[in-house]
Nanobody
């Protein structure tokens, strides 16, 4: 059974940084895309950033220039470095991993940015 475990969330003041990490375990099929979504209270889940197994990245407009996504295919991990955080970045952040059969999700990690 594929499991994703996020870490690195927490509380930070505006302008600060956080680094989120996600480890995928139990994957017997190749992991293709990986990335991060977030969901703020009362809002829909939205894409933050994604990365292919070849290293191609895609960012939401709100993430560009501030967030950097990276992955280690050998370790099945995906990280999200978040800089210049603002209160608008407050949300639960979910990592995901795509295998041939389905999309797998983590439980989410809370990021709270105080202004």
């Amino acid at each position: 059974q594929v499991q994703l475990a996020e870490s690195g969330g927490g509380s930070v003041q505006a302008g600060g940084s956080l680094r989120l990490s996600c480890v995928v375990s139990g994957a017997k099929l190749r992991i293709n895309g990986m990335g991060w979504y977030r969901q703020a209270p009362g809002k829909q889940r939205e894409l933050v950033a994604s990365i292919t197994n070849g290293g191609s990245t895609n960012y939401a407009d709100s993430s560009k220039g501030r967030f950097t996504i990276s992955r280690d295919n050998a370790k099945n991990t995906v990280d999200l470095q978040m800089n210049s955080l603002s209160a608008e970045d407050t949300a639960v952040y979910f990592c995901y991993a795509v295998t041939t059969l389905k999309v797998h999700w983590g439980q989410g990690t809370q990021v709270t940015v105080s202004s």
